[in-house]
């Protein structure tokens, strides 16, 4: 893997995953049983889009998500507290083919990374009556993560201010990995042959 250390929403960062297939979006490549997505063709087309403008797709925020985005330091805080850990901050990573990566909330010492959300009331309610919803949620993502950056466990963990927090530890799915794997080379491919054909 290659770490850039550019500060996740920076122009660089937004520069380095440009056109790329990221952790966050491979819900959208493969769903949570393993198959291929029904939206993957849109995806790749708004990443061949992007190789040929040189930029992204402006992303709506809502209150929510930048609230999120706020609060994300105080959770990273409160992850370290409870949990033990050190937490290192990391920009986009990178797959040593440079074509795919992911933007963990953290690396973990060891062997570990970190999933940090600020959800709503109501949603971190629903992870905290079952905390699988959480990972269903983020499945593909989790394990993109856990692929590029070569680690065996990640801890998801849900923060609010005014409520208990959720955590709970994610193993890697090697055989779930594989089939990941598959669809983001299949992806990769697309959008190469696509770009050189149409630019």
Not at 10 to 25: I, V
Not at 40 to 59: D, F, M, S
Not at 94 to 109: A, N, R, W
Not at 155 to 178: C, G, K, N, Q, T
């Given at each position: ?70 609060l994300e330091p105080e959770a990273r ?53 079952n905390p699988q919803e959480g990972i ?17 466990w990640w801890d998801f963990f849900s ?41």
């Amino acid at each position: 893997m290659i770490i850039l250390d550019h500060e996740q929403g920076t122009d660089e960062w937004l520069a380095a995953r440009l056109g790329k297939p990221s952790a966050s979006g491979f819900a959208r490549l493969i769903t949570q049983t393993g198959k291929p997505s029904s939206q993957a063709t849109k995806y790749i087309a708004q990443l061949v889009a992007e190789n040929i403008r040189g930029c992204v797709e402006p992303v709506y925020v809502n209150e929510w998500m930048q609230r999120g985005t706020d609060l994300e330091p105080e959770a990273r805080e409160a992850y370290e507290f409870i949990s033990g850990n050190n937490v290192i901050e990391t920009g986009f990573i990178l797959d040593t083919s440079f074509k795919f990566g992911c933007s963990p909330d953290g690396l973990v010492d060891g062997q570990g990374g970190l999933e940090i959300k600020c959800p709503a009331p109501t949603t971190h309610a629903e992870y905290m009556i079952n905390p699988q919803e959480g990972i269903k949620k983020y499945w593909q993502q989790i394990q993109g993560c856990m692929w590029i950056t070569k680690r065996d466990w990640w801890d998801f963990f849900s923060y609010h201010p005014e409520m208990p927090h959720v955590l709970v530890r994610v193993d890697r799915d090697d055989e779930y990995i594989a089939k990941l794997s598959a669809q983001v080379d299949k992806a990769v491919a697309e959008i190469t042959n696509q770009v050189e054909k149409l630019k």
